[in-house]
């Protein structure tokens, strides 16, 4: 098992793992993870993850199925912003 960092931005706060603190939490998952596993397991709609950064480099959408976290990564996701 591996211990990876989830940040989640936005309305994405609301399927963060319990004990969660301000976007933020330690998460436990099989070594055999990615991206994408990780946010299904936690609910998160995947059309809804506009911009997901591994360790601060963006993760393209074709790479989330396939690209592995290690070991104490940092995988930050948030959702499309509009504004004006």
Request: charged share 20%; glycine share 8%; net charge negative.
């Amino acid at each position: 098992m591996r211990q990876i960092n989830i940040k989640l931005f936005a309305h994405l706060r609301d399927f963060m793992p319990e004990k969660g603190i301000r976007g933020s939490a330690t998460y436990t998952c099989p070594d055999d993870n990615t991206v994408n596993s990780v946010l299904r397991t936690l609910n998160v709609p995947l059309e809804h993850c506009h911009l997901v950064l591994l360790n601060g480099v963006f993760v393209l959408p074709e790479n989330r199925e396939t690209q592995n976290m290690a070991d104490g990564d940092t995988l930050a996701v948030w959702p499309p912003v509009a504004g004006g």
